[in-house]
């Protein structure tokens, strides 16, 4: 039973197309996050949810944006994609936000062509 | 502000060897301290973590202490095997609120590789 799951595993796509990406947790944790990591495995927060309430922000094109349903969900929307997107994207869960630490998803390899 | 700064890798191990690899940190407030592993095609692991000076994080045999006198985390183990050829990510969670509230800030990751 996964606790962070990410949807798809792997995505290719073309330039200029809008895709999603789809994260659940059933951790019962109250916040969210995404990160990207590019090739040289640099991670960069981009945006976190504290139930399904938006805290941070990070300085990222808005093409991106992300939406939480709920505190169970989190999703990523990019519009007209570029190739400088592809990257890995994670999601993590966290309970509360003071040094928890955070449970990870297993990623989506976005590729870009 | 908050930072972390860990050893550039790739490190290369036989196995059995000793394994050390450096971490550092800067930090408003008190900090927790996490050390994570991501193996191949996975996502992050925690492996072990401390929340306060003094404290020593230990999992699977690695172990990391908690030194506020150096700001530093480094990651030990005594033994490596080949198992443990991983990416390790030192990371920080700062230990006040406000702009900072919810953020992991992580080192650019050391890759570690153990031949038999």
């Known amino acids: 039973d996964t606790a962070v799951s990410q949807t798809p595993k792997y995505l290719v796509t073309q330039m200029g197309n809008d895709k999603s990406i789809k994260c659940e947790q059933n951790?019962?944790?109250?916040?969210m996050y995404w990160y990207k990591q590019d090739s040289k495995k640099f991670l960069k927060i981009m945006f976190s949810?504290?139930?399904?309430?938006?805290?941070i922000n990070e300085t990222v094109p808005n093409r991106f944006s992300p939406k939480s349903p709920d505190k169970a969900h989190l999703n990523l929307h990019i519009n007209s994609l570029e190739l400088g997107d592809s990257a890995v994207y994670f999601c993590?869960?966290?309970?509360?936000?003071?040094?928890?630490?955070?449970?990870f998803g297993s990623g989506t390899r976005l590729t870009v062509v | 502000g908050n930072s972390v700064t860990q050893m550039e890798g790739p490190v290369t191990l036989s196995e059995e060897a000793f394994l050390t690899i450096n971490c550092t940190y800067t930090?408003?407030?008190?900090?927790?301290l996490f050390w994570y592993v991501q193996y191949p095609g996975e996502g992050l692991q925690l492996l072990l973590k401390?929340?306060?000076?003094?404290d020593k994080g230990s999992n699977k045999g690695f172990e990391a202490t908690y030194r506020k006198e150096t700001t530093s985390f480094h990651l030990e183990k005594g033994s490596v095997q080949v198992s443990d050829s991983a990416v390790y990510f030192c990371?920080?969670?700062?230990?006040?609120?406000?702009?900072?509230?919810?953020?992991?800030?992580f080192g650019r990751g050391t890759q570690l590789t153990v031949w038999p």
């Open positions: 993590a869960s966290s309970r509360g936000t003071m040094g928890y630490g955070y449970t």
């Open positions: 951790l019962g944790h109250d916040t």
């Open positions: 949810y504290n139930n399904k309430e938006l805290i």
């Open positions: 930090a408003t407030g008190y900090p927790s």
């Open positions: 401390a929340t306060k000076a003094d």
């Open positions: 990371a920080l969670s700062p230990g006040e609120r406000g702009s900072t509230l919810g953020r992991l800030y």
